[in-house]
């Protein structure tokens, strides 16, 4: 029943959709994700990006590093590797497309996630689907903002966090004989201490964690190009051949193909899911759009870069034959794959490239966890530490159960967050397109660096404590004002 469910949501209801929003968004901003992909390089090289903690805020940086530790997991080694195996090497293709079309996604549900945050005493931020449901569509709008932090509780908070600690203990008896039991306390350990120290010190193991775990990879996949560097224009017409039915036997034909590409690069990137906004909204930023640019560039990650790698690393091993049986599952194709290209030892590195995925993970799917617990009751300490011990027993647990049936659960649970939070996207679309238009008014007067005057807007029904502008960013915005017409925050600030 759970699987009939999940085939529907996904197979019919869900593709449609999502893919709709993101062209729709695409279509209505001008193609956000192109028009300013140079400047999220920009934003992160500004020295503002990577400020760390700067008057007790998080950076916009530092909010990416976490949300590509959520995003970059299991599926993109195994995911990829399923999607070339049922359809074929032109699934890749369709992946990369709805990756184009999840940045602008992204774009949209993480900005809505900026702009309508609330303010911690701590200096971090709270925000997400949730919030921007109950102040951007009203209180009447309350219950679905609470279904869907019952279903990101349920999916991230619970039911992942096992099935990750699980993926996590099996790559490690995989790759080094370690039991899974040894592996699942060492593990939950290890989480305890960091979960223990809240957002701030998940923020700063994401930040060695997430560019070894990335680059790593990444230079994996480049080492393989080069050594293959003479096929590699066969696989690239391989891919789009097969991407349009022009090959014959490969996958299971072109619909499979679309299917395919367009279900695990979803999955993958979690653009228009909901989860990654409640990671965007922790940091401090100058301009919401300016985090949705930034968010926008981790779906750019994910899907165009490192499964990538992965994809090329399998089709220029050799070991994938197109509409061939290999005779080996989806899940070790990447493994064995990487031995071909560099000897037994790349087994040993894509089972320690899982494993660091996957940790970075359950980092991020206790936050989400816990985003849930505080929009239903603020500052409960009690319910936030109950919490994290229940995280540290399903963490111990779940190395050694074998989740399947669970994970059954959470893509039903997970589709269901993905409805609530695309009804709330559809409904908020001309709220984002506002928040975009300020932010491209400013970079046609020449404004390097945009700034968010939130009292310009008050029927938005925003945060003020959320929006108190740092010092240097008040001084920009009144020096801006006296070079044009002042504004009312201006004003009211001299």
Same mark, same amino acid.
């Given at each position: ?374 929009? &239903? ?51 908020? &679309? ?65």
């Amino acid at each position: 029943m759970l699987e009939l469910f999940s085939d529907l949501l996904w197979g019919k209801i869900l593709l449609v959709v999502l893919v709709a929003v993101g062209i729709g968004f695409t279509i209505a901003s001008r193609f956000v994700q192109l028009r300013y992909f140079v400047r999220m390089f920009r934003i992160l090289g500004s020295g503002q990006a990577f400020k760390r903690e700067k008057h007790g805020h998080l950076s916009s940086f530092q909010a990416l590093l976490l949300s590509v530790a959520g995003r970059v997991g299991a599926g993109n080694i195994t995911g990829v590797a399923v999607a070339i195996t049922l359809g074929g090497p032109g699934a890749i293709f369709w992946m990369w497309l709805v990756g184009l079309m999840g940045m602008a996604t992204s774009f949209l549900e993480c900005t809505l996630a900026q702009t309508y945050k609330q303010a911690e005493g701590n200096g971090t931020y709270r925000g997400g689907p949730a919030y921007y449901i109950t102040r951007g569509l009203g209180r009447r709008w309350g219950w679905l903002a609470g279904f869907y932090s019952v279903m990101l509780l349920l999916t991230f908070g619970f039911a992942f966090t096992g099935v990750q600690s699980y993926a996590t203990a099996t790559s490690l008896a995989d790759a080094f004989g370690v039991p899974v039991l040894f592996s699942g306390l060492a593990l939950a350990l290890i989480v305890g201490l960091i979960i223990f120290g809240g957002i701030k010190r998940i923020v700063r193991i994401s930040e060695v964690l997430v560019p070894v775990m990335a680059l790593g990879y990444l230079l994996a996949g480049l080492l393989v190009v080069g050594l293959n560097f003479d096929k590699l224009p066969g696989v690239l017409a391989l891919i789009f051949n097969s991407a349009f039915g022009l090959e014959p036997a490969v996958g299971g034909g072109m619909g499979v193909a679309i299917m395919m590409g367009l279900k695990r690069g979803l999955f993958s990137n979690e653009a228009g899911l909901g989860s990654a906004p409640n990671v965007a909204a922790v940091a401090y930023v100058p301009h919401p759009a300016s985090q949705g640019i930034v968010q926008s560039f981790s779906v750019f990650i994910d899907t165009l870069v490192i499964c990538s790698c992965t994809a090329f690393m399998i089709l220029l091993s050799g070991i994938y034959v197109p509409g061939a049986d290999s005779g080996i599952a989806a899940a070790a194709l990447t493994q064995a794959a990487m031995a071909a290209h560099v000897g037994e030892w790349g087994r040993s590195f894509v089972s320690l490239a899982l494993l660091l995925f996957v940790f970075s993970s359950i980092l991020y799917n206790y936050y989400l966890g816990e985003n849930s617990l505080h929009f &239903f009751s603020p500052d409960n300490r009690k319910l936030v530490y109950g919490y994290r011990v229940v995280v540290i027993g399903l963490v111990c647990w779940g190395a050694t159960t074998d989740l399947s049936t669970v994970f059954s659960f959470a893509d039903v649970t997970m589709g269901l967050l993905a409805i609530a939070n695309l009804v709330a996207l559809i409904m908020l &679309f001309k709220r984002g397109l506002l928040i975009l238009k300020d932010y491209d008014e400013q970079v046609r007067r020449g404004v390097d660096r945009p700034i968010f005057d939130a009292r310009q807007h008050p029927k938005l029904d925003l945060d003020s404590a959320a929006w108190e502008l740092e010092p240097e960013d008040l001084e920009r915005l009144q020096r801006n004002a006296r070079g044009g017409r002042p504004t009312p925050a201006t004003e009211s600030a001299t």
